[in-house]
Nanobody, 126 residues
Framework: QVQLVESGGGSVQVGGSLRLSCAAS????????MGWFRQAPGKEREGVAC????????YYADSVKGRFTVSRDNAKNTVYLQMNSLKPEDTAMYYC???????????????????WGQGTQVTVSS
């Protein structure tokens, strides 16, 4: 059974940093698109960042470009989201997701993903 487990969320002040982790199990972790998504209360879920676990290619939403970095450790079947210079508008539940891909890119549309984690809350206060 495939499981994605996020961790690392919490409460920080504006300008602070957090690192989220997404550990995958029960899963053949070869060439996949691993995505990070977030959803704030009353808002639609949005793609934040993704990474192709085979070649390491990444893609970011404009709202986080230059502040967030997605990376992976294939030996640990884990994907990370380093979040710096956090803003109040980054407050949301953050989810990781996974889907097999056959190219070198990754995906930021949530409809493409097959497996999802349970989420971890990030709260940024001023």
């Amino acid at each position: 059974q495939v499981q994605l487990v996020e961790s690392g969320g919490g409460s920080v002040q504006v300008g602070g940093s957090l690192r989220l982790s997404c550990a995958a199990s029960g899963y053949t972790y070869t060439t996949d698109s691993m995505g990070w998504f977030r959803q704030a209360p009353g808002k639609e879920r949005e793609g934040v960042a993704c990474i192709n676990t085979g070649v390491g290619r990444t893609y970011y939403a404009d709202s986080v470009k230059g502040r967030f970095t997605v990376s992976r450790d294939n030996a640990k079947n884990t994907v990370y989201l380093q979040m710096n210079s956090l803003k109040p508008e980054d407050t949301a539940m953050y989810y990781c997701a996974a889907v097999r891909v056959y190219g070198v890119g990754c995906l930021l549309n949530d409809n493409s993903y097959k497996y999802w984690g349970q989420g971890t809350q990030v709260t940024v206060s001023s």
